[in-house]
């Protein structure tokens, strides 16, 4: 048996308001773990530059991170503190040992100013666009199955 693991770490600008976002980070997330019946789906900390007040936050995750609770929190920070331009992150889904369907991964791009979602991409999904694309190009070359023909 394999253990399921999705990870990520990335750094938000947030400026003067990094205390501000750490206090409302434990409520948010203890919020949001009750609301969908999982465990807290990240960690946020101060990302510390030597000599100075941190301006920016560290949100990752080692084992069972989730991506979307990263863009709803980012988003509800960037209306709160009027944050601007795009931001994103992608993430990594590993497992403890190889497993077919197991390893894969995304990307999710932000609009800030907007406080929407640009755009999703999931590797998973890129592979299974790709076939049913090439299939449609070469419906020839598509394996005949039980369903198939009928």
Do not use: C
């Not at 991170?65 to 209306?79: C, R, T, W």
């Not at 993430?91 to 369907?101: G, I």
């Not at 076939?131 to 020839?140: M, T, V």
């Amino acid at each position: 048996m394999a253990d399921y693991y999705t990870q990520f770490s990335v750094n938000l600008e947030l400026g003067e308001h990094v205390q501000e976002a750490l206090a409302l980070a434990p409520e948010w997330l203890s919020f949001w773990a009750k609301e969908n019946g999982e465990e807290e789906p990240f960690e946020v900390e101060a990302q510390p530059i030597v000599g100075t007040e941190p301006t920016e936050i560290w949100i990752h995750a080692e084992e069972h991170g989730n991506p979307n609770a990263v863009s709803e929190f980012v988003l509800m920070l960037a209306e709160k503190f009027k944050l601007r331009g795009p931001w994103g992150f992608s993430w990594s889904d590993t497992a403890s040992r190889p497993m077919l369907d197991a390893f894969g991964g995304g990307a999710i791009m932000l609009d800030l100013t907007r406080a929407t979602e640009l755009a999703t991409a999931s590797t998973i999904l890129f592979l299974l666009d790709t076939e049913d694309a090439f299939y449609a190009l070469h419906p020839e070359e598509k394996p005949k199955g039980e369903n198939d023909g009928i």
